[in-house]
């Protein structure tokens, strides 16, 4: 019976080097790797999500309820964006899209993004667009969700890879310490890692993907797929140990 990735993901699971592309484009990391162990991956991602988004998602979208009782291994692909700066607090930030009239909202969000490298640069990257210790929160809010309703299965966490934008002013100072502590909470709760720096920082970093900086050309979706690959490969095999821990109530 064909496995099946169930991923709660940001831009970098739909984004290729010219742009976001459907989520069944088989050049996709998740779709490589859902081919590499043969079965199907189902996605729930949006533009610039967090692990607070992703918490949404498992909690308000019906339609991830009809996929949890299918799948296999839950990929938690979320954690990247949370890093990057945020000079805007997230609510204003997200919240330009409901200013009208139509020009107002133009106007804003085009001198938001004309500000945002130079504010990332003298703020030295913080605030983050999400704080790590909410990041933490919501990625064991999830954990402890899903064991509840599937105790035995298996989990990833990703860690926060790398980026090379002008957008974002090429500050990234906060991302080690998320790296530090999203770690230790997986550890702590038996969830798998996938260290995306390792996979696909050299990419990035070289210049080898998305005019942008951020997201992946199609060569590092494949170093991607590979790195999950042989992350989720052992949690699908049967003779693996998938015994779950008892886990406490998830922080505040």
């Known amino acids: ?17 010219d742009g976001p592309v459907p989520s069944d484009d088989p050049r996709l990391w998740q779709n490589l790797t859902a081919a590499a162990v043969g079965g199907r991956a189902e ?12 918490y949404w998602s498992l909690t308000g979208d019906p339609r991830v309820w009809s996929q949890l009782p299918e799948a296999d291994v839950v990929v938690l692909a979320v954690g990247g964006m949370d890093t990057l700066p945020s000079p805007l607090p997230t609510y204003l930030r997200v ?18 993004q004309i500000a945002q490298p130079h504010l990332s640069r003298l ?20 954990v402890v969700a899903l064991r509840t309703l599937r105790p ?10 790398v980026h090379r934008a002008p957008s974002y002013g090429y500050v990234h100072r906060l991302r080690e310490r998320a790296v530090t502590m999203i770690d230790e909470w997986a550890q702590s709760r038996g969830v798998a890692v996938m260290d995306v720096a390792s996979a696909v920082g ?11 900086g951020l997201h992946w050309g199609w060569e590092g979706h494949e170093l991607a797929a590979k790195a999950l690959a042989e992350v989720v ?7 693996t140990d998938r015994a779950a821990q008892v886990l406490p109530g998830p922080g505040n």
């Open 1 to 17: 019976m064909a496995k099946t990735l169930l991923l709660f993901g940001d831009s970098l699971c739909f984004f290729g080097p």
């Open 43 to 54: 996605l729930f991602a949006g533009f610039g999500w967090t692990a607070r988004d992703a």
């Open 95 to 112: 919240g330009i899209r409901y200013l009208r009239p139509d020009g107002l909202r133009r106007t804003v969000r085009q001198a938001y």
């Open 123 to 142: 703020t030295r990257g913080w605030p983050t667009a999400l704080p790590v210790t909410q990041t933490v929160r919501y990625l064991d809010d999830t």
């Open 152 to 161: 035995r299965l298996p989990v990833v966490v990703t860690l926060p890879g």
């Open 202 to 212: 050299a990419h990035v970093l070289d210049g080898h993907g998305n005019v942008d």
């Open 233 to 239: 490969g052992p949690l699908l095999d049967p003779r």
